[in-house]
């Protein structure tokens, strides 16, 4: 499974952005997807995560800003991000779950989101 992120980029506080995550290969043994990211120096932390069926899990930091969507037909994943703020500031990265090891086994090579403020 290869995922390739887009998207990313510099808006002011406020402002928004929509991220894409297409994902090629292997595609059926894909069941949840999610965004992670990492800001400088510190870890890397969960954003959002969406299952197959469509059920959705944010990060309490990120909850009625962000909304992460999926189309399966397209083997690709959203995430829109409104009401942006600078602690947002950080690489996203797209992930998949495979179906087999109930692990998050496969990572795009992320996307930079810079908040200014």
């Known amino acids: 499974v290869q995922l390739v992120e887009s998207g990313g980029g510099l808006v002011q506080a406020g402002g928004s952005l929509r991220l894409v995550c297409a994902a090629s290969?292997?595609?059926?043994?894909?069941?949840?997807m999610g965004w992670y990211r990492q800001a400088l120096g510190k870890e890397r932390e969960m954003v959002a995560v969406i299952s197959s069926e469509g059920n959705t899990y944010y990060a309490d930091s990120v909850k009625g800003r962000f909304a992460i969507s999926r189309d399966n037909a397209k083997n690709t994943v959203y995430l829109q991000m409104n009401s942006l703020k600078p602690e947002d500031t950080a690489m996203y990265y797209c992930a998949a779950e495979d179906v087999l090891s109930g692990e998050y086994d496969y990572w795009g090579q992320g996307t930079q989101v810079t908040v200014s403020s």
């Open positions: 290969g292997s595609v059926f043994s894909i069941d949840r």
